[in-house]
């Protein structure tokens, strides 16, 4: 079952958006996806409509002839809407036109209210967030290690049929899958009853180890479903804060890409009481796969 069928690039004009291109033409090869490059304006912006039209327009004929020589064509085209804004047009156009797969570049940093977060945020469709210091580094390199992040949660596995779709995407190179658990260590709690048959320290450790046995445990039983389906898996088990690991072990895994669902505002399953999915967002180098599951 083919799981993206229709690409999304919004772009903007600037230098920004067009960093995108060569990680997007390796998408759309991988998947036989076409592309729509797409401009929103703002009402005040009419005016110049016919000059935006012309610009993804031109984009789009100019990646199907750079395919074309490279032997692997890819369908594209260029369209402009007008909208009250860019990320309200994004994500209403990506709605009506039954988008699988929204592409996002963006600055180091998400800018709270910025175009990316909004469509972050709200979409309900799957978004993969490239980092513009990144992108051109990623897309020269033909193997990919994804890094997905599991908390034992359902809403955690939702990301699962994505994953297995792109580890069997069509591909010069090798995609390999990293299933990662963290355990977290309790944090100081001043009302821990003196007295006890442990020490609080100790009382961590048992708590740790506990956690590390248990995802390891149920790690494995994904990890066996994954390699019966002929994909290049294996498990880590880290300890310490979970957004800093995730971000740290995609910073030393060469073309990584960080997958994972979210929940509306909250982030990253059971795992986020805070700013997890912050922390990853704004901490991670990698580009990130962000799905949001239905209901």
Same mark, same amino acid.
């Given at each position: ?190 009302? !821990? ?24 445990? !149920? ?77």
């Amino acid at each position: 079952m083919e799981i993206y069928k229709k690409l999304l690039v919004p772009l903007d004009g600037s230098k920004l958006g067009e960093i995108s291109f060569p990680f997007a033409k390796d998408l759309a090869a991988r998947f036989n996806l076409p592309i729509t490059f797409l401009y929103v304006g703002v009402p005040e912006e009419r005016q110049f409509a016919q000059m935006h039209r012309a610009y993804v327009e031109y984009t789009a004929d100019n990646i199907m002839l750079q395919t074309e020589r490279n032997g692997c064509p890819i369908a594209a085209r260029g369209e402009v809407v007008v909208s009250a804004s860019p990320s309200e047009g994004i994500l209403d156009y990506a709605r009506k036109n039954q988008i699988d797969l929204i592409f996002l570049v963006t600055r180091r940093c998400l800018e709270p209210g910025s175009v990316s977060d909004t469509v972050l945020r709200t979409s309900n469709i799957p978004v993969l967030l490239v980092r513009a210091d990144s992108s051109a580094r990623v897309s020269k390199r033909s193997n990919m290690t994804i890094i997905v992040p599991l908390d034992g949660s359902a809403l955690a596995e939702s990301i699962l049929p994505h994953v297995e779709a792109i580890a069997r995407s069509r591909g010069s190179g090798t995609i390999d899958v990293i299933l990662v658990g963290v355990c977290e260590a309790p944090s100081i709690n001043s009302d !821990y009853p003196e007295g006890m048959a442990v020490s609080w320290e100790d009382h961590v450790e048992q708590e740790v180890a506990q956690c590390q046995v248990g995802s390891k445990q !149920y790690l494995s039983n994904i990890e066996r479903r994954l390699r019966q389906s002929g994909i290049k898996v294996k498990q880590e088990t880290l300890v310490g804060r979970v957004a800093d690991e995730i971000v740290d072990l995609a910073a030393r895994t060469p073309s990584s890409l960080i997958a994972m669902s979210t929940h509306g505002r909250s982030g990253v399953g059971r795992w986020v009481y805070g700013s997890v999915a912050e922390k990853v967002l704004n901490g991670a180098s990698s580009p990130i796969l962000l799905v949001r599951p239905e209901g």
